[in-house]
């Protein structure tokens, strides 16, 4: 196993791309196998010496970047081991966690087969989007990462390991779970608080009956190493159809993103053969559609917000099913000349790009004033999109700062991007954030769906859960790692596990 010291191995692991600053660790070190994480393990909870573990460092809280002690790196720890197709059962995928998120993807996909969760950044490690909850465009129709994990493997601090399976150790009527590790039983008492519906990434999991893989999803890298993952896969769809329709005014697609999904869910629960079921439902805002025109001149004048979607379709449906998207575009004022729909896969995929275009530019503007990233992650309930997006506006549209609005408007879950461009600017963005965030909270949202909480938005979590919650957090934290060494200062503050 190599192990190295040296500032410039050191330093590509103090940083992620939430532009925290300051971090700092006395040691990289890059296990090969899971006997080698619960040496470094072991070693480190004898020394009381702090271990963050490190995916591929795209995560967007800081949950990676070390402040003391070492860096477990996952990179060598294995990638893709097996994929198993067969006929009349779903395939799955048996791999190691260091697998990009777009090597799994071509891989499952040269065998006919897709992994659905589909997160806007491709390099993440698979390890990593377990340890996130991550989820994508596709999670309106195919829900987030956790739904497709049915398996796996974690190292835990002490170096005892953990073989969980879905659908096995479950919680019980108490709320507690039982863990069973190759040298002790770890008994656990779930939290009592109330996870929100729909995409959510913030904090410990807690249900009742759950699998106790489940605590482990989402758990930023704070309860144990993830060294093993089976993942359920699906038959690749035939074909796609899909579009970037425009439209003059923000109004007009925020109702026609609500009139497709409201079909789209409809159409999805009854079994209804060729009708619109989106898998994919994106919104853009004007100030989007701005920064995009930086790279893309053929968006059209009067382009003041786009929807992009995508849908699944058999051959032979293709035309009738696209008639409905055109008649849905109409019935919304969108420009529909102008719009663009996938006549092939090369086109689909074009628009794939521009849609994960957005993130790329907001960063690169980031870079320019080396300032920190404000960006939400809030979901709602539905019956509160629209006051959501409302909220949005009157909170921005006066702030004087720079902002854009895009995102899984099909999942109530869009991301303001606040581009600050100098200190000042930042600590005003962060009281509007806190502002928005209360109010989310208010509404039975969740302050993260898919990014995680991280070192970042801490004290969010402590809004959502309250001290209870943050304290029922700290004694699951404290049962499995109790040299509390792992992924310091991520999720959980200290004070709450030093008392
Ligand atoms: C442009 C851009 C777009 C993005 N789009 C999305 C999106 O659509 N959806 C989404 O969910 N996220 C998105 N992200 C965020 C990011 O890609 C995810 O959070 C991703 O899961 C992080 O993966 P990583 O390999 O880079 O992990 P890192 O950043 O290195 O680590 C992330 C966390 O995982 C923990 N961890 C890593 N490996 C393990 C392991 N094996 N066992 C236990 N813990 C581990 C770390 O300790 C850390 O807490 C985006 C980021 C960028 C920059």
Same mark, same amino acid.
């Given at each position: 196993? =190599? ?38 393990l072991?070693?480190?909870c004898?020394?009381k010496?702090p271990v ?6 795209? $995560?967007? &809280? ?40 777009? @090597? ?19 390099? @993440? ?31 835990l601090a002490t170096?005892d ?15 507690r779970l039982?863990l069973?590790g190759?040298?002790n039983?770890i008994a656990l008492k779930l939290p /009592? ?8 990434? @913030?904090g410990y999991?807690s ?8 605590l482990f =999803?989402?758990s930023?890298?704070t309860l144990g &190493? ?49 009708? =619109? ?12 559609? #701005? ?12 382009? /003041? ?10 051959? #032979? ?50 870079? /320019? ?30 702030? $004087? ?38 109010? =989310? ?26 001290p209870s919650g943050l304290r029922e957090m700290a004694a699951i934290k404290k049962e499995l790692d109790p040299c509390l060494i792992l992924g310091r200062g991520t999720i959980i503050p200290e004070e709450y596990l030093l008392d």
């Amino acid at each position: 196993m =190599i192990r190295s010291n040296h500032p410039d191995v050191i330093h590509p692991y103090l940083k992620d791309a939430s532009n925290l600053s300051g971090g700092y660790a006395q040691e990289v070190v890059f296990p090969e196998d899971e006997d080698d994480v619960a040496q470094v393990l072991e070693e480190a909870c004898r020394t009381k010496t702090p271990v963050t573990v490190a995916g591929n460092g795209t $995560g967007l &809280v800081g949950s990676r970047i070390p402040f003391g002690g070492i860096v477990l790196s996952t990179e060598k720890l294995g990638g893709l081991k097996h994929i198993h197709q067969a006929a009349e059962e779903p395939g799955y995928a048996v791999t190691g966690p260091a697998v990009t998120l777009r @090597a799994l993807q071509e891989a499952v996909s040269a065998k006919g087969l897709l992994y659905p969760p589909d997160p806007t950044e491709q390099n @993440a490690f698979l390890g990593a989007s377990v340890a996130t909850n991550a989820s994508g465009a596709r999670t309106f129709k195919y829900g987030a990462t956790r739904k497709w994990v049915r398996r796996l493997k974690v190292v835990l601090a002490t170096g005892d390991m953990l073989e969980l399976r879905r659908g096995e150790c479950l919680a019980d009527k108490e709320g507690r779970l039982f863990l069973k590790g190759f040298r002790n039983t770890i008994a656990l008492k779930l939290p /009592q608080y109330r996870i929100p519906e729909g995409k959510h990434s @913030a904090g410990y999991y807690s249900a009742p009956d759950m699998s106790a893989l489940d605590l482990f =999803i989402g758990s930023e890298g704070t309860l144990g &190493v993830i060294t093993a993952v089976e993942l359920v896969l699906i038959p690749k769809p035939q074909e796609l159809f899909s579009g970037i329709v425009f439209f003059g005014k923000e109004e007009n697609a925020w109702q026609f993103a609500h009139q497709a999904r409201e079909a789209s869910l409809k159409n999805r629960a009854s079994c209804a053969k060729d009708q =619109i079921d989106a898998s994919a439902l994106e919104y853009f805002d004007s100030h989007s559609i #701005e920064i995009l025109r930086s790279a893309y001149s053929q968006i059209p004048q009067r382009a /003041q917000a786009a929807i992009f979607f995508e849908q699944e379709i058999q051959p #032979e449906s293709g035309k009738k099913l696209a008639e409905q998207w055109f008649l849905l575009c109409r019935s919304h004022q969108a420009l529909f000349d102008q719009s663009w729909f996938s006549q092939s896969p090369k086109e689909h995929t074009e628009f794939r790009v521009f849609r994960h275009a957005i993130p790329a530019l907001v960063n690169k503007i980031l870079r /320019q004033h080396n300032q920190q990233k404000i960006g939400t992650d809030f979901t709602v309930p539905g019956e509160h999109l629209f006051d959501l997006l409302e909220l949005y506006r009157q909170s921005l549209r006066d702030s $004087g700062l720079r902002y854009c609005i895009f995102g899984h408007i099909g999942d109530n879950h869009l991301h303001v991007n606040l581009l600050p461009q100098n200190d000042l600017e930042a600590d005003w963005g962060w009281q509007i954030y806190r502002k928005i965030a209360l109010q =989310i909270i208010q509404w039975g949202g969740t302050i993260s769906a898919e990014h995680g909480v991280g070192k970042i938005k801490r004290e969010y979590l402590l809004d959502m859960f309250g001290p209870s919650g943050l304290r029922e957090m700290a004694a699951i934290k404290k049962e499995l790692d109790p040299c509390l060494i792992l992924g310091r200062g991520t999720i959980i503050p200290e004070e709450y596990l030093l008392d």
